[in-house]
């Protein structure tokens, strides 16, 4: 999907314009901006409705959830009973816990001292051609957000 060709490092500042992605962005802000520059008591009234909306809309939902109905654009696909396993121990105590079908698990949990395992590949005692399927690289963005509409 990328049409961005020259070489980079991660983590540089690059031009607007050399990621026409990036570029059609800003270009549609600026429509929406000078949108809202021409008639802005309309766009004054939409986000008033919106946020009427959106409120109106998360009142519903308290509603319907609790009592359990289908109602208009609210669907209740299906319902479920879930015990918190740990909660009911602490309320009927170890014995009545086991005898009214409460198990203990053990899960293993795995985790990584990340200095030993990157001074393990540099010296080779992890092929680096294993990386691929444990190693991933995440980057933490800051965007713009989306908009919303009806």
Same mark, same amino acid.
């Given at each position: 999907?990328?049409?961005?060709?020259?070489?980079?490092?991660?983590?540089?500042?690059?031009?607007?314009?050399?990621?026409?992605?990036?570029?059609?962005?800003?270009?549609?802000?600026?429509? !929406?901006?000078?949108?809202?520059?021409?008639?802005?008591?309309?766009?004054?009234?939409?986000?008033?409705?919106?946020?009427?909306?959106?409120?109106?809309?998360?009142?519903?939902?308290? !509603?319907?959830?609790?009592?359990?109905?289908?109602?208009?654009?609210?669907?209740?696909?299906?319902?479920?009973?879930?015990?918190?396993?740990?909660?009911?121990?602490?309320?009927?105590?170890?014995?009545?816990?086991?005898?009214?079908?409460?198990?203990?698990?053990?899960?293993?949990?795995?985790?990584?001292?990340?200095?030993?395992?990157?001074?393990?590949?540099?010296?080779?005692?992890?092929?680096?051609?294993?990386?691929?399927?444990?190693?991933?690289?995440?980057?933490?963005?800051?965007?713009?957000?989306?908009?919303?509409? !009806?």
């Amino acid at each position: 999907m990328s049409t961005f060709k020259r070489a980079v490092t991660p983590g540089e500042k690059v031009a607007i314009s050399d990621v026409p992605q990036v570029q059609k962005v800003m270009d549609l802000k600026l429509e !929406i901006d000078a949108l809202k520059g021409e008639f802005p008591e309309v766009f004054m009234r939409l986000a008033d409705l919106v946020d009427r909306y959106n409120t109106a809309v998360e009142d519903a939902e308290k !509603i319907v959830r609790a009592t359990g109905i289908t109602c208009g654009p609210f669907v209740n696909f299906s319902s479920s009973v879930r015990y918190n396993a740990e909660k009911m121990y602490d309320e009927l105590g170890e014995e009545l816990f086991f005898k009214a079908g409460g198990k203990l698990a053990e899960i293993p949990v795995y985790s990584v001292d990340k200095e030993v395992l990157e001074a393990s590949i540099q010296n080779g005692t992890v092929p680096e051609e294993t990386l691929e399927h444990f190693r991933t690289l995440e980057r933490k963005y800051k965007k713009p957000e989306k908009l919303a509409t !009806i």
